[in-house]
């Protein structure tokens, strides 16, 4: 019984674990049916899913969780953000991935070609960088690529040229680089090409006019440059084609007239040249053409007025010629600016009947003629812009036609007359520039009815009278600006009420009184210019309000009184220029900025002590100038804090001390004056390594020692000034190392030694003042090489010996020579006559001697006294130095005659002597010949004893008579010889 009890319960449990199999296989076998249909409905491929977490995990950085849901926990992938899927026979695919503007960082992914079934791409607008995968290609069913405005880099792969069907492809505004593939072309299904702002260079390829659906080709701010291709032409259904910002050369080319399409043409900022092509008149459904910024010329085709779509025409910044001759009515702007254009404006550029035109540019141009009254046709105009040309006349008061304007700008012409008081019926007017012309009378108190007015621009005219109170009503004024006009009177009261004041510029008018208070209620005003104006009085309290202020220039005014201690509430000041008035007290609350640039109070009273630690929080600092107050105390240290600064002027006060050492920190120094202090103590050697030092200027002080050889390091030194101190030493010849250097002055020291000559590679040198020293040996030769030196040469009241070098007669430009009180000798050089341009010369108290040039006889009798009367020629009188000078001349001039003359002179003697001895011969040979003729006769005649006789008596008495002539033979002979001689003394 038991066992079959036992046999039967077994049974039993066999049945139940049958039944809880088969039940289980049931169970199993649902489930795994309905995780099998939900799969097929959730997702196509495992495949897909795995690569998008891929691409999520692999490159992008996702720094706002956009991605968050791109999970394993969700397996619904087209809930994922920014993924859009598509069923297709039952299955589901990604067809778009949209992550634009999300924050982005990081690489794309070249997993992105695995999404095989992708149309659209847009990851825009992000931060991603690295290159455009060239996998990117495999995406055959691609329509749509987007990845502007992001920071990728590299080329633009060729490989998406393969992208067939792709229709938009807009990557501009990274930092592609290289050329534009050719194989863009290949795209025939492309719509939208867009390549604008990247690095892009190279021509634009004639590939590109395979593109024949091409509606859209942006190629702005590139480096592209050669020539516009043909091909474009071949791109019959653009609409839009915009090349600005490159390169680009060449012509225009006329076929763009055969883009019927076409309804943007921007082709602006290029280096475009000739004449604009007439075919663009073709272009019948042009609304925007945008030439400006290249090189155009010619005149402005006739042919654009068929343009009769065009909205919108900017020719500007080019060459154009001739006159405007446009009329197109539904022009809404036009801008002609900066070009060659003569003429006036058309007559009928507006109608009363139609008129569209909101903006008419036409500055920088040569039109003339008086104010184009057509345009007062132009009711619908806004912004009308004629400044910069030569209209002239006056202003029409049927002005206020022109109800509608908001911008009106007639600056840079020879507008005349006074302004009409119908300007204030211009109820929109914003903005009125008419400065830089010919305008007279006052200021209409019309004007206060332009309750919009914001800038109102009237300086460099000659506008008189009072500023009208009624301008006070312009409550919307924010900048203001009457320089260099006459008006007069005091600065309306309530100019307070001008809330929005940002600018106000009175400058160089003749306006006078104080200040009013109610301009401290200006709250937003940053800069306020005043100077060169006869206002006085002293600075209103209510400044302190002026907590936006920046700028303030008072100068050239007759303000007095401290300056209220509350200014030093104004933290935002960074240029103060408050020189040239009466100002006493502390500077101390000008210093309460710590954006501080220039700091500027020449020509007051301020006295105390320069409050270092305030102007050292003032890291900026350039330009601080305290000149020609009464400020005591020294130099402090805290000056080193200065690192900015470029321009220190604390001349003319009554400083005290030596100089800070760590100025040498104020490595931008530019100009470091301190003349006409107490200041004491040796020239520091860090000077020399102030290497932007251009002005250095100590003079009329009480330093001593030596100056520093480091000096000449400073080698942008353009002027050093040294004088009226207690230097001493020798003038280091490193001085030659500032070749720079324009002026020297070193007079009135101790400095001894010869001048170095060094001083010679100073080239530039126009001033060189060396006077009262103690310097010795003579004036060096290599000073002649100075050609620059005009303004003075001064050298007089030392020590200096020898002659005056004949160099200095190259220096041609120079006004001012004094060599006075030194120890000059030899004669002045006539090579200075050659000094032309000199109108002052001193050579006195030397020992100069010898003529004085001719050309200097016009200076006064002083410019050469004092030389041991040595000196000869006028001005001075005769001397007898100077006449013994003269005769002793004369003498050598008769001791020196030419050999060729005492030749002439012996030869001369010879041939006389020679004519005397012929002739005694003659005379000889005659008495022999009669004394012969008698002997004859006596001997012939038939003549008596006695009278023989008497012939030998006669013969022997001659014969006696011929003895003795015989015995003085020597006397006769020498008195012949003494006789012959007579005529060669004569």
């Known amino acids: 019984m038991k066992m079959k009890m036992m046999m039967m319960m077994m049974f039993f449990l066999s049945v139940l674990i049958i039944i809880s199999a088969a039940a289980a296989v049931d169970v199993v076998s649902t489930e795994d049916s309905s995780s099998s249909s939900s799969s097929s409905s959730e997702y196509s491929s495992s495949s897909e899913y795995s690569w998008l977490l891929r691409i999520k995990s692999s490159a992008l950085v996702d720094p706002t969780g956009v991605l968050n849901n791109w999970s394993p926990r969700r397996r619904d992938v087209c809930s994922w953000n920014g993924l859009t899927c598509s069923r297709d026979d039952d299955q589901t695919h990604v067809v778009a991935l949209n992550l634009s503007s999300s924050r982005l960082s990081g690489l794309i992914s070249p997993l992105l070609s695995r999404l095989t079934s992708l149309q659209t791409l847009d990851l825009s607008m992000n931060s991603l960088s690295g290159s455009i995968p060239r996998e990117l290609g495999q995406l055959q069913s691609l329509r749509k690529l987007l990845l502007f405005s992001n920071f990728l880099s590299g080329g633009i792969p060729a490989e998406l040229g393969l992208l067939k069907n792709l229709q938009v492809l807009r990557i501009g505004d990274n930092m592609l680089t290289g050329q534009l593939p050719p194989h863009i072309g290949q795209l025939g299904e492309l719509r939208v090409l867009g390549l604008a702002y990247c690095q892009l260079n190279g021509s634009i390829p004639v590939q590109i006019g395979h593109l024949r659906r091409l509606k859209s ?231 206060g009815k332009l309750q919009r007015l914001s800038v109102l621009y009237l300086y460099d005219n000659h506008i008189s009278g009072t500023i009208p109170m009624a301008l006070t009503n312009c409550s919307s004024l924010t900048e203001i600006d009457f320089f260099g006009n006459h008006f007069s009177g005091p600065i309306p009261p309530a100019i307070g009420k001008l809330k929005q004041l940002v600018f106000l510029q009175l400058r160089q008018n003749d306006l006078s009184g104080p200040i009013p208070p109610s301009l401290g209620y200006c709250r937003k005003l940053q800069t306020l210019v005043l100077a060169d104006n006869k206002l006085s009085g002293s600075l209103p309290p209510t400044f302190r309000f002026l907590s936006e202020l920046s700028l303030i220039s008072l100068y050239n005014n007759s303000f007095d009184g401290p300056i209220p201690p509350t200014l030093s509430l104004l933290k935002n000041l960074t240029i103060i220029n408050l020189s040239h008035n009466r100002f006493t007290g502390s500077i101390f609350p000008l210093t309460g900025s710590r954006n501080l640039t220039l700091l500027d109070l020449t020509n007051n009273s301020f006295s105390g002590s320069i409050p270092y630690s305030a102007l050292s929080i003032s890291k900026d600092l350039a330009r601080l100038r305290l000149a020609h107050n009464l400020l005591s105390g020294g130099i402090n240290s805290k000056f080193g804090q200065l690192t900015e600064l470029n321009f220190l002027d604390l001349s003319f006060n009554n400083l005290t001390g030596e100089l800070a050492p760590e100025l040498s920190n104020c490595k931008k120094l530019g100009h470091l004056l301190l003349s006409d202090n107490q200041l004491s ?169 010898g003529q004085i040039p001719e050309t200097f006889s016009g200076f006064p009798l002083s410019s050469f006294l004092n030389n041991d009367r040595r000196l000869c020629g006028p001005p001075l009188a005769a001397t007898p130095m100077c006449m013994q000078s003269s005769t002793t001349e004369q003498k050598e001039i008769e001791k020196s005659l030419s050999n060729t003359a005492a030749v002439g002179i012996v030869v001369a003697i010879v041939f006389t002597s020679t004519l005397i001895c012929l002739l005694l011969l003659y005379i000889m040979l005659r008495i022999w010949c009669n004394w012969r003729r008698v002997s004859i006769s006596i001997s012939s005649s038939d003549a008596g004893l006695e009278h023989n006789k008497l012939q030998e008596e006669n013969w022997v008495v001659y014969g006696e008579l011929e003895t003795s002539r015989n015995n003085n033979s020597n006397i006769d002979h020498d008195h012949w010889n003494s006789m012959a001689l007579i005529p060669s003394t004569h």
Request: net charge negative; charged share 15%.
């Open 217 to 447: 080709l942006d190629l702005q701010n590139n480096s592209l440059g050669g020539a516009i291709p043909e091909a474009i032409s071949h791109c019959t259904e653009l609409e839009n084609f915009a090349a600005s910002k490159n390169m680009l050369v060449g012509e225009i080319p006329a076929s763009l007239g055969k883009l019927q399409s076409l309804q943007v043409l921007n082709l602006a900022n290029n280096s475009l040249s000739g004449l604009i092509p007439t075919q663009l008149g073709d272009l019948s459904n042009l609304r925007y053409l945008n030439l400006l910024g290249n090189r155009l010329s010619g005149e402005i085709p006739s042919e654009l007025n068929r343009l009769s779509q065009l909205e919108s025409l900017d020719l500007s910044g080019n060459n154009l010629s001739g006159t405007i001759g446009l009329q197109l009515k539904n022009l809404e702007v036009l801008v002609l600016r900066n070009n060659l254009l003569t003429g006036t404006v058309p007559s009928n550029l507006c109608t009363a009947a139609n008129s569209n035109l909101r903006q008419l540019f036409l500055a920088q141009n040569k039109l003339s003629g008086k104010f184009p009254l057509d345009l007062l046709n132009c009711s619908s105009l806004q912004e009308l812009d004629l400044s910069d040309n030569n209209f002239e006349g006056e202003l029409p008061s049927g002005i206020d036609k022109l109800e509608s304007l908001t911008d009106l700008l007639l600056n840079n012409n020879s507008f005349s007359g006074t302004l009409p008081p119908e300007i204030g019926n211009l109820s929109n007017l914003v903005s009125f520039y008419l400065f830089d012309n010919l305008i007279t009378g006052e200021l209409p108190v019309e004007i």
């Open 681 to 849: 103590g040796t020239i520091p050697p860090w000077l020399g390594t102030l290497q932007e030092l251009g002005e250095f200027d100590i003079s009329s002080n009480n330093f001593h020692g030596k100056v520093p050889a480091e000096l000449g390091n400073c080698s942008r030194l353009l002027k050093l000034s040294l004088h009226s101190n207690k230097l001493s030493g020798e003038i280091p010849s490193e001085i030659g190392d500032l070749t720079s250097l324009n002026v020297l002055s070193l007079h009135r020291n101790n400095f001894s030694g010869s001048i170095p000559p060094t001083i010679q590679q100073c080239q530039k040198l126009f001033e060189l003042r060396l006077s009262e020293n103690r310097l010795t040996g003579s004036i060096p030769s290599e000073l002649g090489s100075l050609t620059e030196l005009q303004v003075i040469l001064d050298l007089s009241r030392n020590f200096l010996s020898g002659e005056i070098p004949a160099s200095l007669g190259s220096l041609v430009k120079l006004e001012r020579l004094n060599l006075s009180f030194n120890q000059l000798q030899g004669q002045v050089p006539a090579s200075l006559g050659k000094l032309k341009s000199l109108h002052m010369l001193n050579l006195s108290n030397n020992h100069l001697q």
